[in-house]
Nanobody, 122 residues
Framework: VQLQASGGGLVQPGGSLRLSCAAS????????IGWYRQAPGKQRELVAG???????SYADSVKGRFTISRDNAKNTLYLQMNSLKSEDTAVYYC?????????????????WGKGTQVTVSS
């Protein structure tokens, strides 16, 4: 299953964006799937992840502002981002771990889609 992120763009501080990650096949059986981001000069980090059972994990910096969801019928993963801040500026990637169980570290993911740029600036 290949993943393709979209929906990035330029937004003002306080604004909203919704990212989508379209899969080339079924995501129903994918145990761990999530959103990561990488800002210039920084390490790639988990933004939000969701398990096959619907359990979610969020970076502390985005809790209460971002919401991850998955639509298995549409084979699509979403990230609703509200109250955006300049520090949210980064390239956002969707990634998966078919088997799951090794945590949400980037090293655990077995496939990465191409990223989409999110820039928060006035």
């Amino acid at each position: 299953v290949q993943l393709q992120a979209s929906g990035g763009g330029l937004v003002q501080p306080g604004g909203s964006l919704r990212l989508s990650c379209a899969a080339s096949g079924s995501i129903f059986s994918i145990n761990y799937i999530g959103w990561y981001r990488q800002a210039p000069g920084k390490q790639r980090e988990l933004v939000a992840g969701i398990t096959r059972g619907g359990s979610t994990s969020y970076a502390d910096s985005v809790k209460g502002r971002f919401t991850i969801s998955r639509d298995n019928a549409k084979n699509t993963l979403y990230l609703q981002m509200n109250s955006l801040k300049s520090e949210d500026t980064a390239v956002y990637y969707c990634a998966k771990d078919e088997a799951g169980g090794d945590g949400w570290g980037p090293w655990a993911m077995d496939y990465w889609g191409k990223g989409t740029q999110v820039t928060v600036s006035s």
